[in-house]
């Protein structure tokens, strides 16, 4: 049975859990109707992800999508579940030209979402801008790892840290990013004992998206999990294939239209009696308006 998160889930609360060792599950979530359900069914943390520019918009990458869009997306996650701890994430370009650009978007994200966090895909170079951020009050989500954003310069969407030099820069830019003050750190395609190092070593949550057990809470697109995606990365578990369902769904409606089952007398609106009897009757006796 669903249990419905009855109070609002926060970041102290994902703190005790890296305490007490609970594991805590996170989904992505686009929209109002899907952040309700996911609300229902006691999901504590949403992350609105860049993803959206595949998933939602059909991009085959996360750079086209818009501040803008983010931003409407990520408000109405928040309408949706007003009680998970909601992270919006900074797309491409948004945060790149300057401290300034990015503590002012950041800020727009916080303002017009009410989102709990952020987050952003950062390399050691931003340890500046992440603390700025923090200083202004903002709690800040660092993705490391696989960083789609990057898909330029990796060359391709491959798991990260393959070589224990690769690992070593993963550990240490975590580091770096707590001491520059993230509130969190994300980490995406990663082998486990690279995601048990950074747990090991740093003292902040760890969300593991494709990291292993050891992460403090579990991140996966839900799109992937729902078995809607064409590729299903390998550590996404199914939770169930809605395809099929839908896609019979959508051709029952087609044909239900084509054969004129749909629609039928229980689907129309009813006039009083009296109302359609004058209504008919006028229409016998008015002059055809040409
Ligand atoms: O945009 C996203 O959905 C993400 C997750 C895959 C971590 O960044």
Known sequence: ????????????????????????????????TTARLMQEAGVPMLLVGDSAANVILGYDSTLPVSLDFMIEITAA????????????????????????????????????????????????????????????????????????????????????????????????????????????????AVPPEIASAVVEQTSVPIIGCGAGPACHACVIVTQDGLGLTPHRPRFVPTLTDLSGPLRDAFAEYVQSVATGSYPAAEHDYVMPPAEKAAFLKSLKCEEPPF
Not at 4 to 15: V, Y
């Open 1 to 32: 049975m669903p249990v419905p998160l009855s109070k609002k889930f926060t970041l102290n609360d994902l703190r005790s859990a890296r305490s007490t060792g609970n594991k805590i599950a996170m989904l992505t979530c686009y929209d109002f």
């Open 77 to 188: 996650v928040r309408r949706g579940a007003p009680h998970a701890f909601v992270i919006g994430d900074m797309p491409f370009g948004s945060y790149h030209a300057s401290i300034g650009q990015a503590v002012r978007n950041v800020c727009r994200m916080v303002k017009e979402t009410g989102c709990d966090a952020v987050k952003l895909e950062v390399s050691d170079g931003q340890g500046r801008m992440v603390c700025a951020l923090a200083d202004a009050g903002v709690a800040v989500v660092a993705h490391l790892g696989l960083k789609p954003q990057s898909v330029g310069l990796l060359g391709g969407y491959k798991f990260q840290g393959r070589t224990a030099h690769e690992a070593k820069d993963i550990l240490a830019s975590a580091l770096h990013m707590e001491d520059a003050g993230a509130a969190m750190i994300l980490l995406e």
